[in-house]
């Protein structure tokens, strides 16, 4: 068995969503259940005794030691965080919470777990922290891609609390031996994310007849990941990565936001096209562009793939069809999801 944390999520929920389509291995999945979390996302698991979820927060280390204590899981996978650049900058109080205390309080309670397994099960089990690029700063234009030993130069309140958190794993296993692994992730994309992020907001607005709104002059460029590539990633970083050691995990596809935006509305004029001809690129808007917004992240995942063996299945291409098509196909998950504290949101943060 393992134990999942923010597995309602988008990254979560597909990690768990794939993990149980390729394993009897039963899951514990603990997610607070925030805006971000969807239990609409698990809807397939309905009945399946595989799945076990608790509604918790990662915080909450009584909770926590018990459901360890009864569960005995082999392994822990971490996703749970604050994970929005905006909302981070307009509340960054939660980002701190979740993602520095929630994080340290999840550690005490596994290493209490841990430190009194027999040898055979203390020397198998792992825990694995999902992180992200943005931890690494900024790149200029010609700048190498990040490497695992890149310095930490975080320029958000969101980067800075997943640095921090990265930093308490890192130092649980120097200090105590807490088999620890951390993945950093470049921009995951695909099936249930919720439509905060630039991809999803494109799609859904622009089948909506709504501005696209693209920060500064949108050259913005990151690397994009699909999801499913993603978790293949980290189910074999779980499976053969070496403690203590720290994996890039990026797509090789490194796209300016405006080229992003482009495409998708290609793919819609072909798939949904609009009812008065017109391409959807008409429906661009230029707004201001946030505080402090990082020019560039690109992933170099060279480490994933010369050690586990692993690359992504995905070009940008073939994901970003699959997921516009995803999002036409789920209209309902996505009208769930659109509630109007959403809408609030998206209003205050691009404008009416």
């Known amino acids: 068995m393992i134990l999942v944390t923010g597995g309602a999520?988008?990254?979560?929920?597909?990690?768990?969503?794939?993990?149980?389509?390729?394993?009897?291995?039963?899951?514990?999945?603990?997610?607070?259940?925030t805006y971000a979390g969807n239990l609409d996302t698990l809807n397939s698991l309905d009945g399946d005794a595989r799945h076990i979820f608790v509604r918790a927060d990662i915080g909450d280390r009584e909770l926590i030691t018990?459901?360890?204590?009864?569960?005995?899981?082999?392994?822990?996978?971490?996703?749970?965080?604050?994970?929005?650049?905006?909302?981070?900058?307009?509340?960054?109080?939660?980002?701190?919470?979740?993602?520095?205390?929630?994080?340290?309080?999840l550690l005490e309670a596994v290493r209490g777990y841990w430190s009194v397994l027999p040898a055979e099960q203390k020397d198998a089990f792992r825990f694995l922290h999902v992180s992200t690029d943005e931890v690494y700063g900024s790149l200029e234009l010609n700048d190498p891609a990040f490497r695992e030993d890149n310095n930490y130069e975080p320029n958000s309140p969101y980067s800075a609390s997943k640095a921090a958190s990265d930093h308490l794993v890192r130092a649980w296993h120097h200090t105590y031996g807490l088999p620890v692994l951390t993945t950093n992730c470049s921009n995951n994309y695909g099936p249930y994310h919720f439509p905060e992020k630039l991809i999803p907001l494109v799609i859904l607005n622009a089948l909506a007849g709504k501005p696209l709104p693209i920060y500064g002059d949108g050259m913005q460029i990151r690397d994009w990941l699909y999801v499913k590539d993603h978790c293949s990633a980290i189910r074999r970083v779980l499976e053969a990565g070496k403690p203590g050691e720290t994996y890039n995990v990026g797509g090789w596809n490194e796209k300016p936001n405006i080229d992003v935006v482009k495409t998708i509305c290609a793919i819609l004029d072909q798939l949904k096209p609009r009812a008065d001809g017109k391409p959807y690129v008409e429906q661009i808007t230029y707004v201001t562009d946030r505080p402090g917004h990082d020019r560039r992240y690109a992933i170099d995942a060279t480490k994933l793939e010369r050690e586990l063996g692993w690359k992504p299945a995905e070009t940008f291409e073939t994901g970003i069809r699959k997921t516009v098509q995803w999002y036409l196909d789920s209209q309902d998950w996505v009208q769930n999801v659109t509630s109007g504290s959403y809408r609030e949101w998206v209003s205050k943060q691009y404008g009416a």
Do not use: Y
């Open 9 to 33: 999520g988008f990254i979560g929920g597909n990690f768990v969503l794939d993990w149980l389509a390729q394993s009897d291995e039963p899951v514990i999945n603990l997610d607070k259940l």
């Open 66 to 105: 018990k459901l360890l204590a009864e569960h005995q899981p082999r392994a822990v996978i971490n996703f749970a965080a604050e994970s929005h650049v905006d909302r981070s900058i307009s509340g960054p109080g939660e980002f701190i919470q979740t993602n520095v205390v929630g994080t340290f309080n």
